[in-house]
């Protein structure tokens, strides 16, 4: 009796009589008689169920990779009474393996399959089962294996899914340990593949630096050496930068030059942290050409980047335009259009 039941008793007592637990007690005993007296009785019909069967192939020799295993059991679907069947699921512990021999379905191929008969594993399991027991079929209905005799390529590995890092963080780079495995399977099939690929990962609102476990992609006939990977997602957070760039002019005449009112401009921008060292003003250029002044009906100019960093965005520049003239320049002095 578990402590919890004896608590419970405890607790009736304090508020049932002596007499009222005596009836109690009746009619307990009188309940699971009658439940086990009902159970008997239904156990005495017929029922269907399914019984676990391992299944183990023997004899695979050293040189030979199986790249698609046999299931480890089957399930076996039996017809007898229920105190027959209670038995078996009693005793599924001692239900003995189906032995296969790695030889009986060779077929002499580099790369092949191997079926193995319902009916080899059914012979071996209806002398564990009783003489009145009725088997019905098993469960997967297709038995095989897949198997190799050392035919290999080293192939490079590919993470698949969907990384989304959060608000103020990009990821990186995405690297993979190990970066290639070997890959066994039929010749037709390694023919074909370029890349071990692994099974979809979906990671959201990354914000450091990230490692996942990836199976890789399973594909019948097909075996990999190791059959996972390390995904590493490399988080970097943004950060806010801002810089004095000069305004420009390009291609003007030698007795020509630009001057703008204010000769810099204040250029704001996001770029990842592991970037922020290397970004200086001669990376962006505020110019003008000497065609694009003659053009311009305004005595403003309009700001904008001639070229732009890899990495940097949301960029902002302050002011967004600006006064200018065309300076004509002879000698020393010089006088202004």
């Not at 009658?34 to 156990?43: I, K, M, P, Q, Y």
């Not at 399959?113 to 469960?139: C, E, I, K, S």
Request: charged share 20%; glycine share 6%; proline share 6%.
């Amino acid at each position: 009796m578990s402590r919890r039941v004896r608590q419970y008793l405890q607790a009736a007592r304090g508020f049932l009589s002596k007499e009222q637990r005596g009836r109690f007690g009746v009619f307990f005993l009188c309940l699971i008689i009658s439940a086990s007296f009902w159970l008997v009785t239904a156990l005495r019909d017929t029922f269907e169920s399914e019984i676990d069967v391992p299944l183990q192939l023997n004899g695979v020799p050293e040189t030979v990779r199986i790249t698609t295993p046999l299931p480890e059991v089957v399930h076996v679907a039996v017809r007898d009474k229920g105190t027959t069947l209670v038995g078996y699921h009693w005793r599924l512990r001692a239900m003995r393996p189906v032995m296969l021999d790695f030889q009986d379905y060779d077929n002499g191929a580099v790369s092949g399959r191997g079926q193995v008969p319902q009916g080899d594993v059914l012979r071996v399991v209806q002398h564990q089962l009783d003489g009145t027991t009725q088997v019905q079929g098993l469960r997967p209905d297709t038995l095989e294996f897949y198997f190799n005799r050392g035919l290999c390529y080293r192939l490079p590995v590919r993470p698949v899914g969907t990384f989304t890092p959060s608000a103020q963080s990009y990821i990186q780079s995405v690297s993979v340990s190990p970066d290639s495995v070997d890959v066994y399977a039929p010749a037709s099939v390694l023919d074909t593949m370029r890349y071990a690929y692994t099974q979809a990962l979906s990671v959201k609102d990354l914000g450091r630096t990230t490692t996942r476990t990836a199976r890789l992609m399973p594909i019948r006939g097909v075996k990999y050496e190791p059959d996972e990977v390390s995904v590493t997602l490399n988080v970097d957070f943004y950060a806010e930068k801002t810089i004095k760039v000069p305004v420009i002019g390009l291609n003007f005449p030698p007795d020509r030059r630009l001057r703008t009112f204010p000769s810099h401009a204040s250029i704001t921008f996001r770029v990842g942290s592991a970037q922020l060292k290397d970004i200086s003003a001669e990376n962006f250029v505020l110019a003008f050409t000497y065609e694009e002044l003659m053009q311009n009906a305004s005595d403003k100019l309009a700001l904008h980047l001639k070229s732009l960093p890899a990495g940097v965005s949301n960029v902002r520049i302050t002011p967004q335009e600006v006064d200018y003239l065309i300076e004509q320049t002879d000698g020393e002095g010089g006088n202004a259009e």
